[in-house]
């Protein structure tokens, strides 16, 4: 067993667990993207970042592909996660904005707007498809080709693949095919019609401090944050 | 493109068949042929055990391949930082204009190839084009004519 | 030469000593010329036959001997010659000039003027290579050796001490030893993170498992930097005797050298290097009876800046995509396939040998507290003395941009360097006085990199660099992690608006924002060091941002969408070379009358601005 702290708390990991593992084990939620559970892990997303270290040399990094370490020191909402994380989901939606997925994680976490130009392409890149096709399938049929911005995903020379089984896995998978937003007219790319409240309590202590994002649970939320002079609660870089 | 696949098999052959050998025979490859031909790469994805996608992959990633046929001449800009601030960009657009072919892309004629390269290297004598590889240094915008100019003529003899 | 196989220490000592004679001895005059890659494409080879025939000609082999040698440094000056017993150094040699050299220099002894080396601004003359400008505050410890091997020559290597670190490594020093002295020196990475060289080599020694490999990195992909093509050009076996020292060290018994694939001159070096190593016995089994083994692969890279990153570097080596691996695992513990590895920049194999033989305590007392030694930098752009120099760690930039480097061309402004290469910074005049380490330019925005110093003056646009940098990165990007390759493409594509005029105020605050977020969330060093061209052209040159935005003009004349051409009237002969030049057919103007440019028409090639001898075209 692995000993480490997550949030402050000391906890027990197996050998072999990533970050993300162990989060799931104690219920903690973070967000993910390119993971899957039957597939391996790829790390692309980066939408499962975490804070590891002890300040001022702390790091993020992304929790499904970092594996547990004794002694490890690891932060899941911290503010400068958070900013991070936003901006992850900000990236996506300027990609794949008719993406119910994707929609879901911007208004669960707060993401208001979208600052870049819309690409419409849909794909991020995250390669579940692909996972899915070499490891659930054993065909094989697609993968990535070229790098950086012209990244893409596709069959070898573009062409009708002589090993593809048709057995739809790909679809299944992806964050874009699964569910049409409902939500998004031409003017705004980002729907929140489902927006919850953005946690009030980063400002105040510095990192989200309710696990479940139940918003009203801690009351921070709903109560204005105490004044600086009347604040007991210790404030974490 | 018809080639002859025994030619393939050869330079396959070569190379210990396990996937390290994978960049070292596209590298023979390219270097013989001018670009991946596709029956060479099913041959290559069969010889080494690896699947076709992975093989594409790879031909993708690097620079150094092209999974279409290069031009019989190849013209190359550096726009490496240092030719960069000594005027690449203008270059590379003068070329352009002159072959009459896109940065990256190759004439339909099949007969230029202009591409750039991020550094060569030869920073102090920069900017620099090379042509069918010779190095010519300290470029000018000017040059780019000169250069097609003795491309052209190098043709006209040919034909 | 000869092609005996060395089988022990005392052979390899008598072996050095002999070359060194032979090289002490030589009566002749000696005409070494520089003829690196650089050397060639300026003509060194064509000054080199002619000199050869010359020689011939007047039957003088007795009395001449012409040498060819790798890089020495000094790329304005080439082809360039120093002449032995004396140093004389000629620059900008023709192969006119073979008949003058030998007939006045070598058999008068006179000095031929007009290929002296003037220094830029007062044209002082000087005759001995040592004492110009040039190479005056330079500390040639790694590159200096260049001027005297013939890089397909071994018997030049020993000839200059070459392979004693080894013979002291295998009779005297324990692997544990050898890292001792190495962590002693303060030898840090030179391919741009300055990891200490020694702790690394601890962790790879310490590793479990009976396979291990090392390997050098010759991607160097930075563009603007060639310092590692020049010493694999020019010196190879001083970087093989590295790799040995540093394999018996760790225990390793196989090396790969990645070199990049840009570099044939360089590769075919090496190869010859290895292949004369591996006669000799100073590579293979059993290496001088010691028991040790090592043996040196090659492998070339395929065009992929993100192969100079160790794990990416690994992946394709093994045959893959060079898509960076997560850490931990460290290659120092499972490396090129699942093994230990230890991978060092080429640069930092280059200077264990000089450590082994003078000793850790004489090469830390060079350079500063926290960054030992010298560094060699690729000193080009817009400055006079372009060049490779090798420089003690703590000396300013100042110095070495005006006193080694000549100053800025054209008494030009200086406007910034750029350190780092895509990873790094661009610094400001303000800046000058920064004395060269690790710490202070990470503390001013940079970073010490690979060591491509790009100097740029006033007409150097700022955004532009910033813009030139991320097209790029967002090319070179493996493309896995969603905030490298999404984030630098969407911060060139901000960038790139506001070079057109496009950009908004609000533009900045978001570039800063992304900025922070693409260097926070990318998993490997290309994405988490993206964005500093950007920070650091913000926080240095934020005004340039803003008149690009505001007023939608380049103050430096670069964006085309922003500067108009236009004719000065009063320089204007009416000569009509702009109109023959211009693609566009937008000067308009008969002879001796003074031309115009319409700006419709304009395509802002830069075609007329080039070819105009009378400083007639204005670009704002």
């Given at each position: 067993m692995i000993k480490m702290f997550i949030n402050n708390l000391e906890v027990q990991a197996e050998e072999g667990w990533t970050i993300r593992d162990a989060c799931e084990f104690y219920g903690l939620e973070i967000p993910t993207l390119c993971y899957d559970p039957g597939l391996s892990n790829y790390g692309g997303c980066r939408l499962c970042l975490v804070e590891i270290g002890k300040s001022p040399d702390t790091k993020l990094v992304s929790s499904c592909t970092y594996p547990c370490e004794e002694g490890l020191n690891v932060h899941t909402d911290t503010k400068r996660v958070i900013k991070a994380r936003k901006m992850m989901i900000e990236l996506m939606l300027s990609v794949a904005p008719g993406s119910k997925v994707i929609q879901d994680l911007a208004s669960k976490f707060g993401v208001t707007q979208m600052r870049f130009e819309v690409r419409n392409e849909e794909c991020v890149m995250c390669g579940l498809c692909i996972r899915m096709c070499a490891e659930q399938m054993d065909a094989k049929a697609i993968g990535f080709q070229n790098r950086g911005y012209k990244r893409k995903i596709s069959t070898p020379f573009d062409a009708k693949s002589k090993v593809c089984?048709?057995?739809?896995?790909?679809?299944?998978?992806?964050?874009?095919?699964?569910?049409?937003c409902q939500g998004p007219n031409a003017e705004d790319p980002v729907c929140n019609a489902c927006l919850q409240m953005d946690p009030t309590c980063v400002d105040v202590y510095g990192e989200a401090t309710c696990w479940m994002y139940d918003a009203g649970r801690c009351g921070t939320c709903v109560r204005p944050p105490e004044a600086e002079s009347e604040k007991q609660g210790s404030v974490k870089e | 493109m018809l080639h002859d696949q025994t030619e393939f098999e050869d330079i396959i052959q070569k190379h210990p068949q396990e996937k390290r050998s994978m960049i070292p025979i596209l590298q023979d490859l390219q270097a013989k042929y001018n670009y991946l031909p596709p029956v060479a790469l099913n041959m290559v994805s069969?010889?080494?055990?690896?699947?076709?996608?992975?093989?594409?992959?790879v031909a993708s990633f690097y620079n150094a391949f092209s999974l279409e046929p290069k031009g019989e001449h190849q013209i190359t800009v550096c726009i490496g930082t240092a030719c960069h601030v000594r005027g690449a960009p203008l270059i590379l657009e003068e070329f352009e204009r002159k072959l009459d072919v896109e940065a990256g892309h190759t004439r339909n004629d099949g007969k230029y190839s202009l591409d750039s390269v991020a550094c060569l290297g030869c920073c102090a004598i920069g900017p620099v084009v090379v042509v069918d590889g010779e190095y010519h240094a300290q470029t000018g915008i000017r040059d780019a004519g000169k250069i097609t100019k003795m491309l052209e003529k190098k043709e006209k003899t040919n034909d | 030469m000869t092609n005996t196989k060395l089988r022990s220490l005392d052979d390899l000592k008598q072996k050095i000593e002999q070359e060194s004679s032979r090289k002490a001895e030589e009566k002749r005059s000696v005409l070494i010329v520089s003829a690196g890659t650089c050397g060639q494409a300026r003509g060194s080879l064509k000054v080199i036959d002619s000199l050869e025939k010359e020689i011939q000609k007047r039957n003088l082999e007795d009395r001449i001997a012409v040498k060819i040698t790798g890089c020495h440094g000094f790329c304005e000056a080439e082809p360039n010659i120093i002449i032995q017993p004396n140093n004389l150094f000629y620059q900008?040699?023709?192969?006119?000039?073979?008949?003058?050299?030998?007939?006045?220099?070598?058999?008068?002894?006179?000095?031929?003027?007009?290929?002296?080396?003037?220094?830029?601004?007062?044209?002082?003359?000087?005759?001995a290579g040592p004492d110009?400008?040039?190479?005056?505050?330079?500390?040639?410890?790694?590159?200096?050796?260049?001027?005297?091997?013939?890089?397909?020559?071994?018997d030049d290597y020993f000839?200059?001490?070459?392979?004693?670190?080894?013979?002291?490594?295998?009779?005297?020093?324990?692997?544990?030893e050898v890292i001792e002295e190495i962590k002693k020196s303060g030898l840090r990475g030179r391919g741009g993170a300055g990891f200490p060289t020694g702790n690394k080599w601890a962790f790879s020694r310490k590793a479990k498992g009976?396979?291990?490999y090392i390997i050098c990195n010759a991607d160097e992909g930075d563009p603007g930097a060639y310092m590692d093509r020049s010493l694999m050009e020019g010196n190879p076996h001083r970087v093989l005797e590295g790799m040995i020292i540093g394999a018996y060290a760790i225990g390793a018994d196989e090396g790969y050298i990645y070199i990049r694939d840009e570099y044939p001159v360089a590769l075919k070096h090496i190869t010859t290097a290895i292949q004369n190593a591996e006669k000799l016995g100073l590579l293979g089994d059993d290496i001088l009876g010691s028991g040790f083994n090592f043996k040196v692969h090659i492998s070339r890279g395929a065009g992929a800046f993100v192969c100079g990153e160790e794990t990416a570097m690994i992946e394709s080596i093994e045959g893959g995509v060079g898509v960076p691996r997560q850490r931990p695992p460290f290659p120092s513990v499972k490396g090129l396939w699942k093994k230990p590895t230890n991978i060092n920049n080429v640069e930092t194999w280059g200077n264990v040998p000089i450590i082994i033989n003078k000793g850790a305590d004489w090469y830390a007392k060079i350079g500063t507290a926290n960054s030992k030694g010298t560094k060699i930098f690729s000193l080009v752009g817009k400055i006079n003395n372009t060049g490779l120099v090798e420089v003690p760690m703590g000396i300013t930039l100042r110095e070495v941009i005006y006193d080694v480097g000549g100053g800025i061309p054209e008494n030009k402004?200086?406007?910034?360097?750029?350190?780092?290469?895509?990873?790094?910074?661009?610094?400001p005049a303000e800046k000058l006085d920064l004395p060269i380490d690790y710490a202070s330019l990470i503390e001013a925005g940079s970073i010490m990199g690979s060591g491509g110093m790009i100097v740029m003056d006033e007409n150097t646009c700022m955004v532009d660099v910033a813009k030139y940098f991320l097209n790029f990165l967002r090319d070179e990007s493996c493309g896995k992690c969603m905030s490298c390759r999404e984030g630098t493409q969407r911060l060139w594509e901000i960038v790139d608006k506001i070079t057109t005029g496009k950009g908004k105020m609000a533009d900045m605050q978001l570039l800063e924002e992304l900025s922070i977020a693409v260097k926070d969330a990318s998993m490997c060093g290309l994405g988490q060091t993206a964005a500093n061209p950007v920070l650091s052209t913000l926080r240095y040159f934020k005004d340039e941002y803003i008149t690009h935005i505001k007023d939608k003009k380049c103050p430096a004349g670069v964006c085309k969408e922003l500067i108009t051409y236009s004719v000065i009237d009063e320089n204007c002969t009416g000569c009509l070379t702009c109109k023959k030049v211009c693609p566009s057919g937008a000067v308009s103007g008969e002879l001796k009358e003074i031309h115009s440019i319409d700006r419709e028409k304009c395509?802002?090639?830069?075609?007329?601005?080039?070819?105009?001898?009378?400083?007639?075209?204005?670009?704002?």
């Open positions: 089984r048709e057995c739809g896995g790909c679809m299944y998978v992806c964050p874009a095919c699964q569910a049409r | 069969q010889a080494l055990d690896v699947p076709l996608i992975d093989i594409i992959s | 900008n040699v023709q192969p006119k000039d073979a008949e003058a050299i030998i007939e006045e220099t070598i058999l008068n002894g006179q000095v031929i003027d007009r290929l002296l080396y003037r220094e830029p601004g007062t044209e002082e003359t000087t005759l110009i400008g040039f190479y005056k505050k330079q500390m040639r410890i790694v590159l200096g050796d260049n001027e005297h091997i013939e890089p397909i020559k071994i000839a200059v001490g070459g392979y004693s670190a080894i013979a002291k490594v295998l009779q005297e020093m324990s692997p544990e009976d396979k291990k402004a200086f406007k910034a360097v750029q350190t780092g290469g895509p990873s790094g910074g661009c610094l395509i802002k090639c830069g075609a007329c601005l080039e070819a105009c001898n009378f400083d007639a075209i204005k670009v704002e």
